[in-house]
């Protein structure tokens, strides 16, 4: 009994996507999704990003094998590094955060799902 346990055990964690973080759809909280969503940048998890992403995303409507294609570009060292002290600044009156990287803004709404990276925009 141990070893056919042993052996599902050892079948279902080989499985498991290597290096993907465990994403939760429908974050309850802005806070929770911010600490997902973050944690799939700083990993540079593409498939988790576009997950937590509201698509077809940009002027673009990128699909998500396109969305995964330019998350490099879209999520650099350099935003990389932005994000590890960010702070979601909230909206006034709606269920969006921004957070701010030198020129880039990145905006985050509350969709039907829960919340969603969902836009980019220039900081003035």
Known sequence: MK???????IIFLALQP?????VKPGADSFAEFWTQ??????KEDKAAIAEM???PFGDDQLTKGNFVKKCGE???AKVRRC???AKPVKADKRES???FCGETIFVFEKGKDGYQFTDLGVND
């Open 3 to 9: 070893l056919l346990f042993s052996a599902v055990l």
């Open 18 to 22: 290597a290096g993907s973080a465990e």
């Open 37 to 42: 969503f973050k944690a799939a940048v700083m």
């Open 53 to 55: 992403t509201k698509l």
């Open 74 to 76: 879209i999520f650099s």
């Open 83 to 85: 994000f590890r002290n």
């Open 97 to 99: 955060y921004s957070v």
